[in-house]
């Protein structure tokens, strides 16, 4: 362009040099880019068909998770009243059992004793000697039938 043959110093002075720029020298850009502006629309396109893909994608996984979440939770739930019934069960036969032998009329306290304590089990290293005590409790259930 004719005025960017104007020095600098004659440019600093007139109004039309303090309007123009560096970047009034570059070229217009071409704003008919016809493969390009084709080529960024099927672009876009593409990546929003992705995305809508990765979505639906996305939220299936998320259902089946819920769904497999709840399945679990159901058996849990069944698993645990199964088991808080099977304890209750034992624990009533438990305190049926012991009711049963604090009865006097229905055995020997010395059978309590022997069923609280471990009579088949040896003494080991560095460990008493009890075989004495074990024999005499034996003795003593014996005794009474």
Do not use: C, H
Request: cysteine-free.
């Amino acid at each position: 362009p004719p005025e960017a043959s104007y020095s600098r110093s004659a440019q600093a002075g007139s109004p039309q040099a303090q309007q123009m720029s560096e970047f009034d020298a570059l070229p217009e850009p071409d704003t008919d880019n016809a493969k390009l502006n084709a080529f960024n629309e099927t672009w876009e396109a593409t990546l929003a068909a992705k995305a809508a893909e990765e979505e639906t994608t996305r939220q299936t996984m998320i259902e089946a998770a819920k769904a497999e979440m709840a399945e679990w939770e159901k058996q849990q739930e069944v698993q645990r009243e199964s088991k808080t019934s099977q304890n209750r069960q034992e624990e009533q036969v438990v305190l049926e059992d012991i009711e049963r032998e604090m009865d006097p009329e229905n055995g020997n306290p010395w059978e309590r004793v022997v069923k609280l304590v471990e009579i088949k089990a040896e003494a080991g290293e560095g460990e008493l000697d009890v075989s004495r005590m074990k024999s005499i409790f034996l003795q003593m259930k014996n005794k009474q039938k």
